[in-house]
């Protein structure tokens, strides 16, 4: 059987790695505007009830318009924008984040991807409340650096910008933002890990592409149960046993460290997440790494559709 998958917002980041991803698919069939109808309203409308799948890429308000033209009952939706993530009619596209979580995805027809930063942080700190080694109301902060794709087409213009000097200070050191300590991630972040608190979390940007790190740093005094830092890494395995795309890695990092460093891009292509604990003592950390276009995007995207349709969870990835 070949299914119908239409990607409304198919020239943004995400859209066009869907794209690469299913247009190979021997089960999928991309469906796609007429060139003289692609800003045609109704010939968006039509697409999205002629689908069994339709992903939406787009800004918000704009993936809330397109569930508006959607009267079909039977087209399944993916939206990988920030306006249904805490939506209580729509399903958190997270499989692995709970033993339940893939029953919900492959009953729902509405499901949101989590966002890139929102998937690192959770996946680290979901284990810690679920398994109650720190209290939902533990003030966890974390600190994160993404490639500069994870800022959709402007942030990459400014950076690919060809007349960009190489010497260019401004763009070549890391930048933090969101100094506001009110990032579009907190809600979902908050929700899903089961904290009763918002966290701090201070992203950053990196000159490289692609790529993320998530850091949560905890401290003995912080949680609700004694552990170390060998144990809380074996919290990590079990929690995570059996998954194919969240892997737990060994203590200290084993030979994923170069020199000591631990880089951002070692996922990058894949639909891996890894978890990495450190520390010694009380002193402890836990950092998330992954492809913010993969299983931050559009990986984490085919993902959900296989389950939602049955297909092999790991088709395409």
Same mark, same amino acid.
């Given at each position: +059987?070949?299914? =119908?998958?239409?990607?409304? @917002?198919?020239?943004?980041?995400?859209?066009?790695?869907?794209?690469?991803?299913?247009?190979?698919?021997?089960?999928?069939?991309?469906?796609?505007?007429?060139?003289?109808?692609?800003?045609?309203?109704?010939?968006? =409308?039509?697409?999205?009830?002629?689908?069994?799948? $339709?992903?939406?890429?787009?800004?918000?308000?704009?993936?809330?318009?397109?569930?508006?033209?959607?009267?079909?009952?039977?087209?399944?939706?993916?939206?990988? $924008?920030?306006?249904?993530?805490?939506?209580?009619?729509?399903? /958190?596209?997270?499989?692995?984040? /709970?033993?339940?979580?893939?029953?919900?995805?492959?009953?729902?027809?509405?499901?949101?991807?989590?966002?890139?930063?929102?998937?690192?942080?959770?996946?680290?700190?979901?284990?810690?409340?679920?398994? @109650?080694?720190?209290?939902?109301?533990?003030?966890?902060?974390?600190?994160?650096?993404?490639?500069?794709?994870?800022?959709?087409?402007?942030?990459?213009?400014?950076?690919?910008?060809?007349?960009?000097?190489?010497?260019?200070?401004?763009?070549?050191?890391?930048?933090?933002?969101?100094?506001?300590?009110?990032? =579009?991630?907190?809600?979902?972040?908050?929700? /899903?890990?089961?904290?009763?608190?918002?966290?701090?979390?201070?992203? $950053?940007?990196?000159?490289?592409?692609?790529? +993320?790190?998530?850091?949560?740093?905890?401290?003995?005094? +912080?949680?609700?149960?004694?552990?170390?830092?060998?144990?809380?890494?074996?919290?990590?395995?079990?929690? /995570?046993?059996?998954?194919?795309?969240?892997?737990? +890695?060994?203590?200290?990092?084993?030979?994923?460290?170069?020199?000591?460093?631990?880089?951002?891009?070692?996922?990058?292509?894949?639909?891996?997440?890894?978890?990495?604990?450190?520390?010694?003592?009380?002193?402890?950390?836990?950092?998330?790494?992954?492809?913010?276009?993969?299983?931050?995007?559009?990986?984490?995207?085919?993902?959900?559709?296989?389950?939602?349709?049955?297909?092999?969870? $790991?088709?395409?990835?």
């Amino acid at each position: +059987m070949k299914y =119908k998958v239409f990607i409304d @917002g198919e020239s943004g980041t995400t859209g066009l790695r869907l794209r690469g991803r299913l247009e190979k698919r021997e089960d999928i069939v991309l469906l796609k505007a007429d060139p003289e109808k692609k800003k045609d309203p109704a010939e968006r =409308k039509k697409l999205l009830n002629e689908s069994d799948v $339709s992903f939406l890429c787009l800004p918000d308000a704009a993936s809330r318009e397109a569930v508006g033209l959607i009267d079909n009952p039977d087209t399944r939706v993916i939206d990988s $924008s920030t306006a249904f993530r805490c939506a209580e009619d729509w399903t /958190y596209g997270f499989p692995e984040l /709970y033993k339940d979580s893939r029953t919900a995805i492959r009953a729902s027809k509405r499901v949101a991807v989590p966002g890139c930063y929102a998937t690192g942080f959770i996946a680290a700190a979901a284990p810690l409340v679920k398994s @109650g080694i720190v209290s939902p109301d533990c003030p966890l902060s974390a600190n994160a650096v993404s490639g500069y794709t994870g800022g959709g087409k402007k942030l990459i213009a400014v950076y690919e910008d060809k007349n960009r000097t190489s010497g260019d200070a401004k763009l070549g050191s890391l930048r933090l933002y969101g100094l506001g300590l009110c990032h =579009k991630h907190l809600p979902e972040m908050t929700k /899903y890990s089961g904290l009763s608190r918002e966290p701090l979390f201070v992203p $950053s940007v990196g000159d490289y592409a692609q790529g +993320m790190l998530v850091s949560i740093p905890l401290d003995a005094r +912080m949680m609700s149960v004694s552990v170390g830092p060998e144990a809380l890494r074996e919290m990590y395995a079990e929690y /995570y046993a059996g998954e194919k795309f969240v892997k737990v +890695m060994p203590f200290g990092g084993g030979d994923a460290l170069d020199a000591g460093f631990l880089d951002a891009a070692a996922c990058n292509g894949t639909n891996v997440l890894e978890i990495f604990v450190f520390g010694t003592g009380s002193r402890m950390l836990v950092v998330s790494r992954l492809d913010n276009l993969g299983k931050g995007a559009s990986g984490a995207a085919v993902q959900c559709m296989n389950i939602m349709l049955g297909i092999e969870e $790991s088709a395409g990835l």
